[in-house]
Each structure stands twice: as structure tokens, then as C-alpha cells.
């Protein structure tokens, strides 16, 4: 509950920062929405050698703060989707499974532009468990199973750093990508290697002017 009141409170400060920012007509502040899609995995040790990455989905909304002439902070706050998929053979059967990991995500990057449409970021991510499920499939005959939500055996708060670039085809629409790579062990009381979410996002952010 503290890291979540300190996600938070990141982007509410970061908020109430864009509106005592000055603005010109020529570098305001402005709000916008975004999402696209989540390209996931979990770094692998041992037991994820089989290991596909999973698609998913992000969207949300962010704020873009202007801090000097090139440079501005983008916090967001995010609905994304993260997890892996594997493949295995067990008694001459073929099995696929899944896990999904639903979180909120508040992003805060720092973004250096470039050129005025083009720029490159960077910065932490602040994730907030919301649903953890597992899904197994038996590929010969076509049966699958879902598991129940097992986020109490995970950890709630999950940070992770971006990198990322984006472009503006106009002044409102443009397109981004960012790699996500996880700092923190997903598992609770993980007594082998850490595993950590790492995932590639590429989507659309409209900016409202």
C-alpha cells in the first residue's frame, strides 16, 4: 500500500508540477492518451528455458511537461499487460502455457527531443499487481485450463526501467516504442534466480490541443 501511495503521489506531484509550469504558445503543457501493444516476457533462468513472449496490450493517459526548451517529463498512468508463454512434452503430449500479469503502471520518463518531432526517453516505472493468472493447454486434444488468480503468491509492486523513442507525424498523433526492463523479482520469498518482467511496447499517443 506504501509503494502504491508513493506511485501515486509521483504523478500527482508531476500533475500539479505541469500546472504551475509556465507555458508559451510555443512550448505548453499538454495532456493526451496512448496504447498500443505489449511484447512480454520473463528473464529467464532454469525453469523458462521454453519460454515465447506474450502479446498484450497497454492504454492509458499521460501528461507532457515541458522543463526546458528540448527537454520535458511524460508521467503516465497505464493499464498494461505483461507475462510469457512456453511450450513443452510431457508423456508424448504437447503442452502450451501462459501466465498473465495485469498491472497499473505509472511510467515517469524524460524525454530529450531530438528534432521538435522526434525524441528519445527514458525513466522508471512504477507497477501495481492488479490480476495474476495461468493458463495450460494440452495442444493434442485441444483442452486447456485456467488457473485461479495466484497474485498472492507475487509480489504487488514491481518496478522496471524504460528506454524509448517516439515521433509526431502531426502536432496531436504520433507513434511510440519503449522497452521496459523489470528490477524487481515478481516472486515472493524467491529462494532461486529472480525472475523480472521485461517487455516491448509500441502503440499511438494522441496529444489534446
Known sequence: MKKLILGLAVTASSLAFAQQTPTTSSNPVTFGVKGGMNVSSLSKDEGLDDQKSKIGFNAGVFANIPIAESFSVQPEVLYSQYGEKSDYTLLGNKYSASTKLDYIAVPVMFQYNLIPNLFVEA????????????????????????????????????????????????????????????????FKDNSGDAVRNNTFQVGLAYKFK
Request: charged share 15%; glycine share 14%; net charge neutral.
Open 123 to 186: 525513466g522508471p516505472e512504477f507497477g501495481f499487481l492488479v490480476s495474476a493468472k495461468n493458463k495450460f493447454k494440452n495442444e493434442s486434444n485441444g483442452n486447456s485450463t485456467t488457473s485461479d488468480n495466484y497474485k498472492d503468491q507475487l509480489q504487488t509492486f514491481n518496478f522496471g526501467i524504460g528506454l524509448g523513442a517516439g515521433y509526431y507525424f502531426t502536432p496531436n498523433l504520433g507513434i511510440t516504442a519503449r522497452y521496459v526492463a523489470g528490477v524487481t523479482d515478481i
